[in-house]
């Protein structure tokens, strides 16, 4: 017996945009900056280690955008739901790990 989940593509689709302005505010808006650089040592110098982090970060969210843009645009997984799950999951997990590596990488940098 195969039980087959249905879910609206509103739902990861909208998970995607939040994960990706989340993480565009915190690389792009000083969000991380203002959150790992504050205070303690010279600004300057977290600043350019978080700018690394950002970069190995913006990584996999260049993997999730992709993942969500190919779901959306190509014809393939719009004419098949499995596929359009793989690939928005697969999109909505690179985000997922794009905030872990800058988040992580930030409690590092302090």
């Known amino acids: 017996m195969r039980v087959q989940l249905r879910f609206s593509p ?3 689709t909208i998970a995607s945009f939040l994960l990706a ?5 915190s690389v792009f808006a000083g969000w ?3 959150a790992f650089c504050a205070g303690g040592e010279a600004a300057s110098l977290c600043s350019q280690r978080l700018s690394t982090v950002s970069a190995v970060s913006g990584l996999f969210a260049v ?4 993942c969500t843009v190919a779901a ?3 014809p393939w997984p719009r004419h098949d739901p499995q596929a ?12 997922v790990v794009a905030e872990g590596v800058l988040f992580l990488g930030g409690l590092l940098v302090r």
């Open 10 to 12: 509103v739902i990861p």
């Open 21 to 25: 302005a989340l993480w565009a505010l």
């Open 32 to 34: 991380g900056a203002q």
């Open 63 to 66: 993997l999730a955008a992709c």
């Open 72 to 74: 959306w645009l190509f």
């Open 84 to 95: 359009f799950a793989r690939l928005m999951g697969a999109g909505v997990l690179a985000w």
